[in-house]
């Protein structure tokens, strides 16, 4: 499936202290996890530095937990954009250690100005995600 | 709506650690505090003593940010059970501080053995959330 | 011992995450614990609000840890400054679960500019930890 | 100085989660990296795998702080036995980014059986990091 493809991950082990107190990674780690790989997403297209205007908030999150993570796992998170709107963005990841996915993520990321009220992403903020990903900026 | 009544609830600060670079309480530590709602109201059913097959595992996730939670806030969490399967069921969560709803969560949960594989949810484990929720136990 | 009294405490619950792999209250979380109990007491010393000059950083930190810490318990962690020196303070802490003393936990904290170099603290900030804690001003 | 050298460390790159409302690796997450560089050494040392006796507390640990962590810094974890006493032993640890040193740990392990009292640190554990420390089993 083409949906499913994507074009940036990052390595990143589990720490001891993510296993939880039932012995598997601990399930709100998951979103650190994947916000881990939006931070690296965004650092690599350059948005991070230097942008006063580079804010944003989670609107909406879903998770669903595949398989259980363990202590010493080394994890893949992939990350894409897969709809870029006007003033929202919406984002799907996975949470792999080598073949075996443990978790799919989606969420709904809003753009805020400074008071962290919704406002129209930036042009040179939807331009740099659209062109890496290949999708239209409206949709 | 009859159907957002909620029976438990539990009282819970906001860490400062809670709260992220953005200023504002991090999107996973949401999680956390569900979490901890979902502990207290198992131990107020007393379904945590001496239960060597209380097991379950987190199937599926969802949040919804309303409001962002902020420094020094006392939150409410309420739980609830809102439909009780065979091997699984379902809750639904609210994270308030006061009047204000910073967040609705949703989260599927799926009874697990000791080896982590799907099972029979316990006949008491049904029967004691069935009572107290007024729910019907199969949906 | 009278060097052992504390004029300030908070009550905190432990969460069902602060319990790690080993099902005890994981060595970093008693860091957060009395760094919530600082947070309290600078708001309690009404030094938080409106002082964009209200900076410090973490110089060092010691913890014994006495007794573990175990899911649902609810703790009480208290805290004093034990010195006031000229651009450097000293506070001690405990947590304790009623009776039972968890962790002795003592920390040096310096006093920062906006760029984080160490700078002189503030005379009224220096004045109402003083006149708090009945302490000397200087030490 | 010799006393200073380490023979085993981690890479571990800091988190965005990691960095608190202050901007700055949060003072707590510096003992999760220690934490994690202890879990890779014993791992290191095949003292983890199979051994239903491998079991210690943390007794004590010091940090000092240096100088500020940052988002995006990827660290090196050093860590090494100093001490290995008969029922207790003692680690230090660095952690920096590149050639900046951000904080020096120290703690002392205290073994322990299932029940958490103190015991004896088993003859096979105490030689594998004799072994690979050079150092004396008694101090």
Redesign the interface.
């Given at each position: 499936m083409l949906a499913m493809s994507f074009r940036f991950s990052i390595e990143?082990?589990v720490?001891?202290?993510d296993?939880?107190?039932?012995?598997?990674l601990?399930?709100?780690?998951?979103?650190?996890l994947v916000?881990?790989a939006r931070?690296g997403y965004f650092?690599h297209l350059e948005l991070l530095e230097g942008r006063a205007d580079f804010?944003f908030?989670?609107?909406?999150?879903?998770?669903?937990?595949l398989a259980?993570g363990r202590?010493?796992m080394d994890l893949t998170i992939r990350i894409r954009t897969s709809r870029l709107g006007n003033k929202s963005f919406d984002q799907e990841y996975e949470v792999a250690c080598g073949q075996l996915l443990l978790a799919r993520v989606s969420a709904r990321l809003v753009w805020a100005d400074a008071s962290?009220s919704s406002c129209v992403i930036p042009a040179e903020v939807r331009s740099r995600i659209s062109t890496f990903e290949s999708i239209p900026e409206r949709s």
């Open positions: 990143l082990p720490r001891w202290k296993i939880d107190a039932a012995g598997i601990n399930n709100a780690v998951y979103l650190t916000e881990q931070y650092r804010n908030l989670l609107g909406e999150i879903k998770a669903r937990y259980p202590a010493g962290l």
